[in-house]
């Protein structure tokens, strides 16, 4: 059974920073995509940034230059430096994943974690 296990949140003024952790475990492949969204009250779910099987990776364009995605092969995690937070960013971040293909495509992104607040106060 796959589990994603998100960490790493909390409350920060504007301009601090925060290092989120997604740890995927009972993995059915050494290959996968792994992505971070969000979701703040009221608004919609976004996808914030991913890694897929061969490293490629994609940022929302508001999070580029201050969120780093990083793909830990030996903890099977994916790690978000958040950096210059801005109350924009206050959301409830989830952690997903995609092992759907062999080659770790980000096409299915059907394994969800339980999620992680993250506050910025103004």
């Known amino acids: 059974q796959v589990q994603l296990v998100e960490s790493g949140g909390g409350s920060v003024q504007a301009g601090g920073s925060l290092r989120l952790s997604c740890v995927a475990s009972g993995l059915p492949r050494n290959t996968y995509c792994l992505a971070w969204f969000r979701q703040a009250p009221g608004k919609e779910r976004e996808f914030v940034t991913s890694?897929?099987?061969?490293?490629?990776?994609a940022y929302k364009d508001n999070v580029k230059g201050r969120f780093t995605a990083t793909k830990d092969l030996a903890r099977n995690a994916l790690d978000l430096q958040m950096n210059n937070l801005k109350p924009e960013d206050t959301a409830m971040y989830y952690c997903a994943a995609d092992f759907s293909t062999l080659r770790g495509y980000c096409y299915d992104l059907n394994t969800w974690g339980q999620g992680t607040q993250v506050t910025v106060s103004s």
């Open positions: 890694i897929d099987g061969r490293g490629n990776t």
